[in-house]
């Protein structure tokens, strides 16, 4: 069973930085598209950045530049690294696994069923 464990989600100033962690067990990591989303108080879960089984990845438009998204195969770990974080960007974050995605330049979509994790919680402080 697909199982994924955020973390690093904490409380920044506006401009700081943070690293964001998720934890894939129960499956072959490598073998999936990995992706970030967010999810701010009264708003829609939106997605901010994927990257597929061989490497390709993708942003949404209002986090190119300041956010990354990366893996390490061998801890079975993603990331997200946030540079320059601004108060818009504060909102929960999940992870989600899924056997299939379509990357296209500014989004993904995830094909069939897709794990979450339980969130992280960010907060960006003016």
């Known amino acids: 069973q697909v199982q994924l464990v955020e973390s690093g989600g904490v409380s920044v100033q506006s401009g700081g930085s943070l690293r964001l962690s998720c934890a894939a067990f129960?499956?072959?990591?490598?073998?999936?598209?990995m992706a970030w989303f967010r999810q701010a108080p009264g708003k829609e879960r939106e997605g901010i950045a994927a990257v597929d089984d061989v490497g390709r990845t993708t942003y949404r438009e209002s986090v190119k530049g300041r956010f990354t998204i990366s893996q390490d195969n061998a801890k079975n770990t993603l990331y997200l690294q946030m540079n320059s974080l601004k108060p818009e960007d504060a909102a929960t974050y999940y992870c989600?696994?899924?056997?299939?995605?379509?990357?296209?330049?500014?989004?993904?979509?995830?094909?069939?069923?897709?794990?979450w994790g339980q969130g992280t919680l960010v907060t960006v402080s003016s």
């Open positions: 989600a696994a899924a056997h299939d995605c379509f990357i296209y330049s500014g989004g993904f979509v995830l094909r069939g069923a897709a794990a």
């Open positions: 129960g499956y072959t990591y490598n073998n999936y598209c």
